[in-house]
């Protein structure tokens, strides 16, 4: 009976839901603490086992990456320069105050906290061959536990490094987006968590108005450098729906500068494998016809 | 600074390159066999039928790896709920779906001695799946985001014409082990010829190598050398050394029969490399 | 808090941590806000994105240096110095707020005759008596010099012993270039932050300052929090939205048990503990002498106090002690008994934490209740802390795991043989927070309410219930007794049970049936009308003929009716800068202290951008956006007479009414006990000579020298480098609460040590390697943590290394690593008794301890039921981490 219907099970197609509006995330580097706050509200909901206890000296960033059982993961970088002797001869009458009062600190430590980024078009889910990987309703990139097999093409597609096959069931684990909250009018655990409003979540739309009035905010202000990173699609890849305001270059973040979808040239490959197999196949009848032998 | 490696590399270890090299095999040999029934029937009859006794089991071997390879194994089947052309993974499957049911259906003719034109028509039907079968993993891997992989163009072409050359290897070795010279002769001079084509192929995968430079997605610098030998141990070993084997030792059934190894064990080799690459440059915890 | 109540008139933050929201410039020192109060500082961080100016000073550069838009790097311990050199700068450009100096606070109040300041006393003030290492406290040196009954005063501040001139010359030495030779930073450093709180200060704009622990576990640490209020009071950023000084306290409720105290020295709602002194003997020798304030922080100054002590609002001192005796002793209280005052234990001497286990590590203390509390790896010199324990008959531990605190008997590293210790541990397990009603009352006096969710698993109970029944317990015990010493017992008012059996949220019967009525509680706290037995809306309406009731004075109002728990409310509604719905703040849900200054003398507010109450003429009151910290009908006009007692004797333009003539006090002529002004002393264990005076520390600092703390000598070369401890994001205080939780282990999973590269290639220190640091109390092994965010500071020429010490981890727990406090020394200051774990010196080494002192972790618990459906749920409501191998199975 049990294996009969478990053979079953994967074909049978219930009702989709209609449609919602598209949602995502919208992170804001420069509101990041580092407090992993996020990190801990997603493993609390989500019910995700710890990764293991591991210091790296990595600045505060023990767990590294996101993984199968981590989907949210908080990037440290520092970045000092070589400290410089302090300047001899004080002279306050020549001190310039405006200039003193102008003067940027000599040194920063980002903080990001990164994400499964629910590209908009999203090669995870264009190569999963069981229809695991789906955009729902929200428009955002869900793993079907119950559907996914493992076979690990999506972790091989996924330019960003974030889905990840978990060795605990063997099957490809990565942020929901708190699709089960969502369901239930609630925003996702780590937005909820995030108590300076770093990860911000909402209608993808509104989103990227805040986010670009952000920008000007910023601009306003004087931050220097401040982008956002998958905005808006590029020649090579498509916008993401969870997105994010950087200051320094995506490498940086641990983000590819210049992601590129990895089915960009499917098309031509096809033809080309298709060419190796006619070259092939000619060589073959070609001898195979020959009056030689 | 070289850019930080962000990708993950897929769980792929030994079964994959088994399945590689078993699938490489079994639809190089099919294919071979099927053009040998379709082609020249008269002559070597009695090789493909050999062949086709062979395929069905590597077949199978293949479907454990393929299978064993998930991380729930219980679930292969899922795949077979959606067929979508955009994943190169999805369309192996149905290949392979179609391609071990004709393998099967190959080797119950030949046990039940069917008559020649079921076992052509069966050969004729299944030269498509079996080609699409010998190809589409380059393209399976060519299409992804890993180093060393995604900018492998020619990789489906590679992989084509490396599995038609491991099928004539498996048939130089048949024809040399049944003692029929002038059949071996012909695979000699297939091997060899597909040998030079797999050999541009691997030029073509190479070629963006040097000038985009795939190897520049490799982190660190004593990899991509180490990438670089490889690649380079794998043309002379590899290709140069059966083609010579084939061009000179003609009639010698042991040399035909080192030649046909150092195909096999050369194309499980450079797939078990693959399957490796990116684990190679990507360090990360998978 | 001596160091806010002897500025302002109470010991609290004077503001709400929302309104830093409304800053234009907030100085975060002595306080890593954005690791340790990571969801407060959103408002710093909100004022920030408004264009305000975000200021770090620290030793080291944290997660809150990363959000600041300037970071000054100074030397652990040389706060006083740097704020000092701040002070000096804003009088010597005359940047500070004249007219709120002039009518708010003492600068113009004249100082008795005979007064030494530290400049002219090498470092020492009036009155020191060597003897004894205090104050002596009746010389009355400090006190104010009396005119005609009150106060002397010189508007014109010229008078050379005027607070204004006393002040100007005190910190005239503290310029920025010797400032910075102190703290190791730049002149153009100290000169920075001064221009950056002056320019945002005045009738347009407000700094606020925010400090923590970094500032108050110092020998110092009283006088740092002093000289931040001097800055406050001369920019005028005291009582007016987005300034003040915001406290922020290192445990989650440690306001609340400061006000319904866990203090041996005061009652709740700092009414001075009675003393075991015969002006104390009866209650109305206690009312008369005790004298509210002053004696609550026990001191006396001068005449002036003699005479006047009862103007201020701690004229109302006799009501809220009878009230509160009316509460505890209930029917047995009466006039005739002097309300059962004789039955309240009276002090005797230093009972504070430290001192206590100081006498239970010397064998002076038999048994324990320790609740909440992890002294083991937590305290101070944690050796001596652990020593103490193993000297105990008996202990009981209350908790939520079984921290070092309880298995110190078996898995302490150190010990060798169980057996040997004499000990008897009981640890009883404790209900968390969701499985339990009560109150935080936070940093911002704010008092929340948290709801039960659900019952505590198997015999964990809540703290309530085991006081509650152990009270009971002793009652019984007693009930028969006669004898007089057991009054205190039999008369104690006890009844906390339940009306109704509890239920859960769900409405289910609660599992525990014996839980007391935490609500009860509060309705004691809050207080009641004896004669119909109506809940009091406000301390006003509190009586000291005995009818009225009342646990703590301050805390009235907060449940005004038999069905309004005010710090339950949660109505988040912003009314202009201020949240009056949002659960309750005392005192009288009122939200910035001291808000009478928010408006000029005449009343009107300093401007219109920051504006809180002002004066309305047509209404003749006190009307805005805030509770009027002021009495609601006095005009600013009003001027008290010669006879005046209590509140009538505030003016209407004195806004701090707790204090006697209503002024903020630059100088505090009492209320500190290491000086009226806070004066650079180095820290007990330093690496340089104190720059500024002969008196190299704190020359009232208490030590408890014995063979088990053993400190430094004065710039001891075997321990040049300076040390402070800290905390993550990632952990809470010694890790019994987050050491046993894997989502938090996993994100800092072992001890490491903070160090420059500097000082790492100096030692041969690896990154990630381990090291070894010492001190003479002891030695630990840590990973090194080699990083740019700890810089060598200049001092006096010469290169000075600090290195930072994270404290949370111990013996016990899914991660265990080297305890901080194995380091630090039991050395009290004099007002709080608290410790000095912020800086202290050590030397380093690379390499581990040749026998290693780690422990041994408990295994991490797997999360529940990982793989199991959780009962009774659709699969596709599980949580998705649930992850289940054979999912398909068994679906909903």
């Known amino acids: 009976m049990g294996i009969l219907a478990d053979l079953f099970y994967p074909f049978r197609r219930p009702a989709q839901p209609p449609a919602r509006p598209a949602t995502g995330f919208f992170t804001d580097t420069t509101l990041c603490i580092g407090c992993k706050a996020c990190e801990v509200a997603c493993k609390q909901w989500n019910q995700l086992p710890s990764d293991g206890f591991n210091f790296t000296g990595d600045s505060y960033d023990n767990t590294q990456a996101l993984s199968g059982t981590t989907w949210r993961h908080v990037v440290f970088v520092e970045q000092f320069p070589q400290p410089q002797k302090t300047e001899s001869g004080f002279a306050p009458e020549a001190l310039d105050i405006e200039a003193l009062l102008a003067e940027p600190p000599a040194g920063r430590w980002l903080m990001m906290s990164d994400v499964c980024k629910h590209c908009g078009i999203a090669p995870c889910e264009i190569a999963c061959p069981t229809g695991a990987l789906i955009v729902n309703e929200f428009s955002n990139i869900y793993v079907q536990n119950d559907i996914c097999n493992g076979c690990g093409y999506c972790v091989a597609a996924c330019p960003f490094g974030v889905i990840a096959r978990s060795p605990l069931d063997g099957h490809a684990h990565k942020c929901t987006l708190c699709y089960d909250r969502q369901r239930d009018d609630m925003p996702p655990a780590c937005a909820k968590a995030c108590p300076t409003g770093s990860i911000q979540f909402g209608p993808i739309d509104e989103l990227r108005v805040r986010a670009h009035a952000r920008l000007e905010e910023l601009d306003a202000r004087g931050v220097s450098g401040a982008y956002l990173y998958g905005d808006s699609p590029s020649a090579s890849y498509s916008a993401l729906n969870a997105f994010f305001l950087l200051i320094d270059k995506p490498d940086r973040y641990g983000l590819p500068n210049d992601p590129e979808r990895p089915q960009l040239h499917l098309r031509g490959d096809y033809l080309r494998a298709a060419f190796g197999t006619l070259a092939a196949l000619a060589v073959i009848a070609a001898s195979l016809m020959s009056h030689v032998f | ?286 | 808090m001596p160091g806010l109540g002897a500025s302002f008139g109470r010991g609290a933050a004077t503001t709400f941590q929302r309104d830093l929201a409304n800053s234009d410039c907030v100085l975060i020192m002595g306080s890593n806000m954005a690791e340790a109060h990571p969801v407060g500082f959103r408002w710093a961080l909100k004022a920030r994105e408004r264009g305000a100016r975000l200021i770090h000073v620290d030793p080291r550069f944290t997660r809150t240096s990363a959000m600041a838009d300037t970071y000054v790097a100074i030397r652990a311990g040389s706060d006083v110095a740097f704020l000092g050199g701040i002070i000096n700068y804003l009088l010597e450009h005359d940047l500070w707020f004249h007219e709120y100096v002039l009518h708010f606070t003492n600068a113009a109040t004249v100082v008795a005759e005979g007064y030494v300041d530290a400049e002219d006393g090498g470092g020492l003030f009036a009155g020191f008596d060597p003897s004894t290492g205090r104050y002596d406290r009746d010389a009355g040196a400090w006190g104010y010099s009396i005119a005609g009954g009150a106060p002397e005063q010189d508007p014109t501040l010229r008078h050379p012993r005027c607070v204004f001139q006393i002040l100007r010359r005190h910190f005239a030495r503290y310029t920025p270039q010797t400032v910075a030779e102190i703290c190791g930073c730049s002149p153009a450093d100290v000169i920075r932050v001064a221009e950056l709180l002056a320019r945002n200060s005045g009738r347009e704009r407000t700094s606020a300052i925010v400090y923590a622990l970094g500032w108050t576990q110092h020998s110092t640490g009283v006088q740092m929090i002093r000289s931040a209020a001097i800055i406050q009071l001369l920019l005028g950023n005291i009582g007016r939205p987005g300034g003040g000084i915001m406290a922020m306290r290192g445990h989650c409720s440690i306001q609340g048990s400061t006000d319904l105290p866990t203090l041996y020295d005061l009652l709740p709602g700092y009414l001075p503990q009675p003393a075991v002194v015969p002006e104390q003997a009866t209650l109305a020798s206690y009312l008369q002498n005790g004298r509210g304030f002053s004696a609550a922080l026990n001191n006396r100054a001068a005449g002036f106090w003699q005479e006047e002590a009862f103007a201020g609002y701690w004229a109302n001192l006799p009501r809220f002690m009878v009230s509160l005796l009316k509460a505890w002793y209930g029917d047995s209280a009466a006039r005739e008994n002097d309300f059962g005052y004789g039955w309240l234990p009276k002090n005797d001497g230093d009972h504070s934490e430290l001192a206590t286990f100081f006498r239970m590590y010397e064998g002076g203390v038999r048994g324990l209740f320790l609740i909440g509390q992890n002294p083991a790896a937590g305290a101070p010199n944690a050796e001596l802390n652990r020593a103490a324990l193993r000297n105990l008959d008996w202990l009981v531990v209350r908790d939520w795991f079984e921290h070092e605190s309880a298995n110190f008997w078996y898995a302490d590293p150190r010990i060798d043989d169980p057996k040997k210790i004499r000990t008897e541990v009981f640890f009883l397990p404790a209900a968390s927070i969701p499985e339990k009603d009560g109150t935080f009352t936070n940093t911002e006096r704010l008092i929340q309410w948290h709801e039960k969710a659900v019952d505590p698993p198997g015999d964990c109970r809540s703290d309530a219930w085991f006081i509650y029944h152990l009270g009971k317990r002793l009652k019984d015990l007693y009930r028969e007794s006669a004898l007089k010493r057991d009054e205190p017992i039999r008369n104690l008012t006890w009844n906390y049970e339940r009306d109704e059996p509890e239920r859960l949220p769900d409405g289910t019967l609660s599992r525990i049936g014996d839980e007391p009525d935490i609500e009860k509680v509060l309705k004691e706290i809050n207080g009641r009308r004896l004669s119909d037995g109506a809940m009091l809306e406000s301390f006003a309406e509190l009586r000291d003929d005995g009818s009225t009731a009342c646990g703590a004075w301050i805390y009235c109002g907060v449940f005004p009716r038999e069905d309004f728990n005010r710090a339950r409310s949660r109505n988040p509604a912003i009314v202009e800068s201020t949240y009056p719905e949002w659960a309750y703040a005392w005192p009288a849900n009122r939200r910035v202290m001291y808000n009478r200054a928010s408006a000029d003398p005449e009343g009107r507010p300093w401007s219109e951008r920051k504006k809180l109450i002002w004066w309305d003429e047509q209404q003749r009151k006190w009307i805005g956006n805030d509770v009027p910290d002021f009495e609601v009908a006095k005009p600013p006009s009003y001027r008290p007479g010669a006879d005046a007692r209590g509140m009538d004797a505030i003016a209407g333009d004195a806004p701090f009414i707790m204090h006697p003539d209503g002024r903020g006090w630059l100088y505090a002529p009492s209320g500190v006990k290491d000086g009226p002004l806070p004066a650079h002393y180095e820290p007990r264990e330093s690496v340089t000579e104190n720059r500024l005076y002969e008196t190299q520390t704190n020359p009232t600092l208490r030590e408890y020298a014995s063979e088990i703390n053993q400190l430094a000598r004065r710039v001891d070369p075997d321990f040049p480098i300076v040390a402070t401890t800290y905390r993550l994001t990632e952990h809470y205080l010694s890790g019994p609460m987050s050491r046993f939780n894997s989502w938090l282990n996993e994100l800092q999973p072992e001890m490491f040590v903070e160090l420059s590269p500097e000082l790492a290639n100096e030692r041969g220190i690896e990154h990630r390697g381990w090291m070894v640091v010492a001190t003479p109390r002891g030695e630990i092994e840590a990973r090194a943590m080699v990083t740019r965010r700890i810089r060598p500071l200049t001092i006096e020429g010469r290169t000075v290394h600090q290195i930072g010490l994270p404290i949370h981890w111990g013996y016990a727990g899914e991660t265990v690593g080297a305890i901080a406090n194995d380091l630090t020394a039991l050395i009290t200051d004099p007002n709080v008794s608290m410790h000095e774990a912020k800086a202290f010196s050590c030397k380093v080494r690379s390499g581990r301890l040749a026998r290693s002192n780690l422990g041994e972790p408990v295994p991490a618990a797997p999360r529940a039921n990982r793989s199991d459906p959780i009962p009774g749920t659709p699969r596709w409501a599980e949580p998705e981490g649930r992850f289940n191998s054979r999912g398909l199975r068994r679906r909903g």
């Open chain 2, 1 to 286: 600074m070289q850019p930080r490696i962000v990708t993950k590399a897929p769980p792929w270890h030994g079964w994959v390159t088994a399945d590689l090299f078993l699938l490489s095999t079994a639809s190089g040999t099919f294919t071979m066999a099927a053009m040998v029934v379709l082609l020249r029937p008269w002559e070597m009859d009695a090789l493909a039928r050999a062949a086709f006794l062979i395929v069905f089991p590597l077949m199978l071997a293949d479907l454990a790896c393929l299978i064993l390879d998930l991380g729930d194994p219980a679930r292969f089947h899922h795949m077979l709920r959606t067929f979508k052309p955009s994943s190169p993974m999805s369309v192996g499957v149905w290949t392979i779906s179609a391609f071990s049911f004709i393998a099967f259906l190959a080797f119950i003719a030949e046990i039940l001695d069917w008559p020649q034109s079921a076992i052509r028509s069966i050969a004729a039907a299944g030269l498509v799946p079996a080609l699409v079968a010998g190809a589409y993993k380059g393209v399976l891997f060519s299409a992804t985001a890993q180093p060393g992989w995604r900018r492998m163009r020619w990789l489906g072409g590679a992989f084509a014409v490396s599995s038609a050359s491991m099928g004539a290897g498996l048939m130089l070795a048949l024809a040399a082990g049944a003692g029929q010279p002038g059949a071996a002769r012909l695979f000699r001079f297939i091997v060899m010829w597909l040998l030079v084509l797999n050999a541009l192929a691997v030029r073509r995968v190479m070629g963006s190598t040097a000038t985009t430079g795939h190897l520049s997605d490799v982190g660190d610098r004593r990899a991509a050398l180490r990438v670089s030998l490889c690649y380079t141990g794998f043309i002379v070993a590899g290709l140069g050394v059966p083609i010579v084997l084939c061009a000179i030792g003609g009639g010698n059934s042991t040399i035909d029969g080192l030649t046909a190894a150092i195909v096999l064990g050369g194309g499980l080799a450079s797939r078990q490399f693959l399957v490796a690459l990116p684990h190679r440059s990507a360090p990360n915890r998978t």
